[in-house]
């Protein structure tokens, strides 16, 4: 995920959108990650 919120950054803006889809069961723990995925969409499933 690191690697490819480093890509996102060198395209320009809108050329491409990134969902990150959890699968996880603790919702506190996807919580805490999203925080360094900007600027990824995500959602809790």
Known sequence: M???RDYTKTL??????VVAVAL???EYRWKNM?????PFLS???
């Open 2 to 4: 690191p690697k490819l």
């Open 12 to 17: 320009e803006e809108g050329q491409l959108q």
């Open 24 to 26: 996880d069961t603790d």
């Open 34 to 38: 999203i925080l360094g995925l900007s």
């Open 43 to 45: 959602c809790f499933w």
